[in-house]
């Protein structure tokens, strides 16, 4: 029988979980003790990392510094992240905190919910608070402003209260109670039971994804923010993630991570992976590898490439698992899995701007990008966790490949995915950065993964500028971007000043304050063809550099020294690997997109314009406004410029007749087989010294394509000929 008076058992019960809370609350908020202290607003840094920082795996080669050790100057990057920290600073964390709070039955103090994906029904809701923890930690350890941290730990003593007022249900007939009193969420267990019964989505969505979300935005509140409290409820969490699956046979875990949507659980090893490196509990080790899925995970190993179809978010986080799970137990099958998963990603299923290949959110077929080009392509999320695998891989093996992927996603999808004003109520995010004809990006995506993961992108820029290896010898600057990195085990300071990526001259200075010796390995970026210079103090330095590598300049430093670094911007042409007449444009690093509202592919005739040099420079002309070309009567503009305008990314070659300059042939230009025609042949093997280098690359290409059968003997004439009387610039 209700009570009279309105006041319930389960009210009682709660009220009683509370008061216990209230001392906690009171002694953490808004300052948790033993705080990381981060990068001060105006620069300086902590002298040691966050206190919850994991130990460094002994399968490091190279490790990062802590986000508190680096700071950004002024750039494209800042600008978009401050806009985004804007929007953590004023959004409302009781409206993030709503669903909690009425799950747990306590007070709402009014707030409605975000909205998108977090309704007061969704079964996805909760996620997204996750995510807006994370970014404020990460917003905290990166610019010192108190006003991040206090936020994060309102949000943790709330989500606190609700874990506590759950608690109190444990063992009742309450309908919503639950089966640990270590569960949080922003729904009752429901959705839990049913996954393990084998629901499809809609009737549930991907549970264990919201679960890895609110785990990750504690555990970054503990390492970036330092608040004790945070490591606590996650832990809790760990034990009722054990408690659920710990008794579940290999088979049913198999079917269970099968499920499309339904069976998603982002990067739940991770974090389990994570808890055990922080407290050395073996469950939690177990929990983590219960997130093996085994189908994928073995395909992986013996290489085979069975992505075709898969759900591309729902499987890019495994990987980062496995690797975590690697290096807390050395089984070399893990690190395998994640090793080759990355190579079937990078470069067989990537877009020009380092988005992912497919259809919507699911992988295309390897080496297929052309015919997978849609409205809806390159889901941003699928860059964020990329990004967080390269960045992994990089750390045990220093392979110059992963960083040149980083720089491609980076400031190619990330730096075009927030658009460039500012809102207090929107985070104006891309979900889907779309590369079909006459595209345009749709930005918002409050409460939604990309809106979340987006939050995360922009507020930790600094976090791969500069690597250390394992032993301190060695400083890796991987990105240019200005930025001042403090490390005081060595006694350096290292400040960098460069206007990249919008100075075409792609210069960077590197200033020294500290002494001692180190090995500093600048990275060489992938589309250098103008050269890579390198001053220290300003004598050149012969380093034998190569597209793609890095070089190294070992030696005693003094405070004082300049390091000054230039990689002149060069225009390139990408094919696709699919359809070689499906191209794309980039200008150094930065991704060059077609302004046109046609929506068509629009058709582009180079050859006849190209000098012996193969400069592109005299082909793309300059067009007024910065880092903006034309060619063939169309504009073509950096993507990183942030607007809702339509645009093409990749656009049509168009090259009927083999043709020199002005001088013609006759001849169709006719592909081969490997898809390429005759002129893209001949100009691969460019640049020509002179005009013989040019007349014996057709030479060669008339031959084969003779012997091939795909040329007559007339026609190799014509087109010999033809190279030997044209007249091309050098």
């Given amino acids: 029988m209700p009570d009279p008076s309105g006041f319930s058992r389960r009210d009682a019960l709660r009220l009683t979980a509370l008061a216990t809370a209230i001392p906690a609350f009171q002694s953490m908020f808004p300052t948790a003790a033993g705080a990381a202290t981060p990068a001060a607003a105006g620069g300086g840094a902590a002298s040691a990392p966050a206190p919850g920082a994991a130990p460094v795996p002994a399968s490091w080669v190279v490790k990062p510094f802590d986000n508190t050790q680096v700071t950004l100057d002024s750039s494209l990057f800042t600008a978009n992240r401050d806009r985004v920290l804007n929007f953590l600073s ?49 917003a905290y350890a990166g610019t010192g402003e108190r006003k991040y941290k206090d936020k994060a730990d309102y949000m943790v003593t709330a989500l606190g209260q609700c874990q506590d007022a759950l608690a109190a249900l444990v063992g009742t007939d309450d309908p919503g109670a639950p089966s640990h009193a270590g569960y949080l969420a922003a729904y009752p267990e429901t959705q839990y039971v049913k996954l393990e019964q084998y629901a499809t989505y809609p009737t549930i969505w991907a549970p264990w994804y919201t679960c890895h979300m609110i785990m990750r935005g504690l555990l970054d509140a503990h390492q970036h923010a330092g608040n004790a409290q945070a490591f606590a409820i996650v832990r809790g969490m760990g034990d009722w993630a054990y408690s659920r699956l710990g008794r579940l046979p290999r088979t049913q875990l198999d079917r269970m991570w099968k499920i499309y949507i339904a069976g998603e659980y982002n990067a739940m090893p991770v974090v389990m992976a994570d808890l055990y490196a922080l407290t050395g509990d073996e469950k939690y080790l177990t929990t983590a590898k219960c997130f093996d899925n085994t189908y994928l995970f073995e395909a992986a190993v013996a290489d085979q490439d069975t992505l075709d179809g898969e759900h591309a978010n729902q499987h890019i986080p495994q990987y980062q698992g496995y690797l975590e799970i690697f290096e807390q137990t050395g089984d070399e099958r893990y690190f395998t899995a994640a090793k080759n998963f990355w190579d079937m990603v990078v470069p067989h299923r990537t877009y020009l701007d380092g988005g992912m290949a497919g259809s919507g959110e699911i992988f295309g077929a390897r080496d297929v990008i052309a015919r997978t080009i849609q409205k809806d392509n390159a889901e941003t999320c699928c860059v964020y966790n990329m990004l967080k695998l390269s960045r992994s891989l990089f750390f045990h093996t220093a392979d110059p490949k992963y960083m040149q992927y980083y720089e491609r996603a980076l400031y190619g999808q990330i730096l075009a995915s927030r658009r460039n004003t500012s809102s207090d109520t929107d985070p104006l995010l891309t979900y889907f950065v779309p590369a079909n004809p006459g595209a345009h990006r749709s930005y918002g995506n409050l409460g939604t993964c990309c809106g979340g993961t ?7 820029f600094q976090d791969s500028v500069y690597f250390s290896s394992a032993d301190g010898s060695t400083l890796y600057v991987n990105l240019y971007l200005p930025s001042t990195l403090h490390w005081p085990e060595r006694g350096l300071t290292v400040s960098q000043s460069t206007a990249y990526p919008t100075d075409p001259a792609g210069t960077s200075t590197l200033a020294v304050d500290g002494s001692g010796r180190l090995d500093l390995r600048l990275r060489v970026p992938y589309w250098t063809e103008g050269g890579f210079t390198v001053r220290v103090n300003g004598v050149p330095q012969h380093l034998g550099a190569r597209p793609g590598g890095y070089v190294s300049v070992d030696r005693t430093w003094r405070s004082g020294d300049r390091v000054e670094i230039a990689a002149p911007f060069t225009l390139r042409i990408e094919r696709a690997l699919d359809d070689p007449a499906t191209q794309g444009v980039a200008y150094g690093p930065v991704p060059l997109v077609i302004r046109s509202s046609a929506t068509e592919y629009q058709n582009l005739t180079l050859y006849k314009d190209y000098p012996l040099s193969r400069d592109l420079s005299r082909v793309f002309r300059p067009a007024g406004a910065p880092m903006t070309f034309t060619a063939g009567g169309l504009t073509l503009a950096p993507f990183y410029v942030d607007t809702t305008d339509p645009y093409h990314m990749y656009f049509k070659r168009a090259e009927p007749e083999i043709v020199f300059g002005a001088t013609g042939t006759g001849v169709e230009n006719r592909p081969g087989a490997d898809g390429r025609t005759f002129l893209d042949e001949v100009w691969d093997a460019g640049p020509f010294r002179n005009w013989g280098g040019l007349v014996s690359s057709v030479s060669r290409v008339a031959d084969a394509r003779v012997a091939a059968g795909g040329m007559t003997g007339a026609e190799r004439g014509a087109v010999v000929r033809a190279a030997a009387r044209a007249d091309l610039p050098s």
């Fill in 454 to 460: 987006g939050l995360e992108s922009h507020a930790k």
């Fill in 90 to 138: 004023a959004y409302p964390a009781d409206r993030m905190l709503a669903v909690f709070r009425t799950n747990a039955g306590l007070d709402t103090h009014g707030a409605q919910p975000p909205g998108g994906w977090e309704t007061a029904d969704g079964n996805l809701r909760g996620h997204y608070a996750g995510h807006f923890l994370s970014a404020l930690c990460l």
